[in-house]
């Protein structure tokens, strides 16, 4: 079996910025959730996709707000979107998908964390990672746990990574912290940029593995004095950034792996949803309901968001 877990945070923007802006017959803002639904419906009519559950960052702030006060915050996101978060949630659950809201930790320690049990199970032929978030690039080993962006159609496997930043996954979160995640909100250590970080972790491949001296650095690099002095000065600093960078894989998740298998969606609860948001059509597109005979529907157009 595959495992799909879906970065439902991301998708939420992504519909939220590219789908069709929408009204509910109560005035609100919909698009994104309708969506939302769409491009989770897409995913779950593939032939190959069985086991699926998506993680939703329900409050932006978490454990790492604790650690580093830049960490990043709700402050900023449009209210039309901040309001659809519980909305998207009730229409993946009302699709019939898995569905992790987070509030100590984030969607994407929710999909570190079934990645690993995916990976650990001998059952599991593969586990893919619905996401282009580059943290989650440390979560990827060979072509067992991999990356998937679903805009563009592009698989990131071990090799991927090692391409796409010069470094393996397990140093994925060392290149972080070195070179600053804006979107995450801690800014990296100064004078370090993506290639010089790449050039130390392909040697080393963790921040406490280079030595303190550049003089010692068995590799060469533009710069390395100042590189060395930064590092010096602000290492207890690349450490704190390493760990905000770090994925959890010990998130108290209830379900197990055959938990997020696919039994079609709830007829009720999607049929409540869809009329709050006016898109009754949608319930058309729907070819299976949980706990209903399977019946194949005439083809429906689903658009990729």
Not at 84 to 92: D, G, K, Y
Not at 113 to 124: I, L, Q, S, Y
Not at 247 to 265: K, N, Q, S, Y
């Amino acid at each position: 079996m595959r495992i799909h877990l879906v970065d439902a945070t991301f998708e939420l923007f992504r519909c939220y910025y590219g789908a069709p802006k929408a009204t509910a017959p109560n005035g609100a803002e919909v698009g994104g959730t309708r969506g939302i639904l769409r491009t989770l419906l897409s995913l779950l009519r593939q032939d190959d996709v069985s086991h699926v559950a998506c993680a939703f960052d329900h409050i932006i702030e978490s454990f790492r707000n604790d650690l580093f006060d830049g960490y990043k915050t709700s402050d900023g996101i449009e209210p039309d979107l901040w309001n659809q978060f519980p909305l998207a949630e009730r229409a993946a659950f009302a699709l019939g998908v898995v569905v992790w809201p987070m509030v100590e930790f984030e969607a994407d320690d929710a999909l570190a964390t079934m990645a690993a049990r995916g990976d650990a199970d001998p059952n599991v032929e593969q586990v893919v990672i619905c996401a282009t978030d580059k943290d989650l690039a440390q979560c990827v080993r060979g072509s067992r746990v991999v990356c998937f962006d679903r805009m563009r159609r592009r698989l990131f496997d071990e090799a991927g990574v090692v391409e796409k930043f010069r470094v393996p996954p397990a140093s994925i979160p060392d290149w972080l912290a070195l070179v600053g995640d804006s979107a995450d909100g801690y800014p990296g250590i100064p004078a370090w940029g993506s290639k010089s970080a790449a050039a130390l972790l392909a040697r080393y491949g963790h921040i406490d593995a280079i030595p303190n001296d550049e003089r010692q650095w068995q590799v060469a690099v533009r710069g390395a004095a100042a590189l060395g002095t930064s590092l010096r000065e602000h290492r207890d600093a690349a450490m704190l950034y390493r760990r905000l960078a770090t994925l959890r894989t010990d998130v108290p998740l209830m379900e197990e792996i055959e938990d997020l298998r696919w039994l079609g969606a709830r007829r009720r609860e999607l049929t409540d949803l869809c009329k709050e948001i006016g898109d009754e059509a949608f319930l058309e597109m729907v070819p299976r309901w949980r706990g209903e005979p399977v019946v194949s529907p005439a083809p429906q157009p689903v658009a990729e968001q």
